[in-house]
T-cell receptor, first 115, second 111 residues
Framework: NAGVTQTPKFRVLKTGQSMTLLCAQD?????MYWYRQDPGMGLRLIHY???????AKGEVPDGYNVSRLKKQNFLLGLESAAPSQTSVYFC??????????????FGPGTRLTVT | SQQGEEDPQALSIQEGENATMNCSYK?????LQWYRQNSGRGLVHLIL?????REKHSGRLRVTLDTSKKSSSLLITASRAADTASYFC???????????FGPGTSLSVIP
């Protein structure tokens, strides 16, 4: 099993450009998450999904959109990138029991720089 | 807003010593988890303790949970240089299907 994979690993954008980050998991997990990690801030939840076709906002959703058309994929979109979105983005998945999120499996991250 | 707050922010110890990190949180939780992150890598789950548990062990790791004080501690015994990493606590609140991470503790183990 590859676990959780993220594409791309690195990206540099100019302000105003758009891009999509792809997360894929092969563990048949129901829940998927997108986080951003900034120095001294830990991980902050952007959006998450509790199943195919569903999405919900996390702590810092502004400027991002997501889609979960297939159970194994969770896409994060930046419509108009801003320098404040320079960060490392992590995708994670989990398989809940009795509706609880439980242990999360993380991808290797995408380092995004917006100039 | 962050649910968990780790303490200390940074910790430096000699190999063989024990390392203790603390986590405080604000609201009722279903469970609390600890994760490790090596530099430039994704997070790896270490251990989960449920709200009705007080202590849990896994190898050299010992986690305690005090729900009355809304706090948890992670003890790593007989530390090794390979334990050098950032450690995060994450809490799953009772009303949400997600976990909230704290800012982390950076641990350096000096050989």
């Amino acid at each position: 099993n590859a676990g959780v994979t993220q594409t791309p690993k690195f990206r540099v954008l100019k302000t105003g450009q758009s891009m999509t980050l792809l997360c894929a998991q092969d563990m048949n997990h129901e829940y998927m998450y997108w986080y951003r990690q900034d120095p001294g801030m830990g991980l902050r939840l952007i959006h998450y999904s509790v199943g195919e076709g569903t999405t919900a906002k996390g702590e810092v959703p502004d400027g991002y959109n997501v889609s979960r058309l297939k159970k194994q994929n969770f896409l994060l979109g930046l419509e108009s990138a801003a320098p404040s979105q320079t960060s490392v983005y992590f995708c994670a998945s989990s398989n809940p029991t009795s509706g609880r999120a439980l242990e999360q499996y993380f991808g290797p991250g995408t380092r995004l720089t917006v100039t | 807003s962050q649910q968990g707050e780790e303490d200390p922010q940074a910790l430096s110890i000699q190999e063989g010593e024990n390392a203790t990190m603390n986590c405080s949180y604000k609201t009722s939780i279903n469970n609390l988890q600890w994760y490790r992150q090596n530099s430039g890598r994704g997070l790896v789950h270490l251990i989960l303790i449920r709200s009705n548990e007080r202590e849990k062990h896994s190898g050299r790791l010992r986690v305690t949970l005090d729900t009355s004080k809304k706090s948890s501690s992670l003890l790593i015994t007989a530390s090794r240089a390979a334990d050098t990493a950032s450690y995060f606590c994450a809490t799953e609140e009772t009303s949400y299907d997600k976990v909230i991470f704290g800012p982390g503790t950076s641990l350096s183990v000096i050989p």
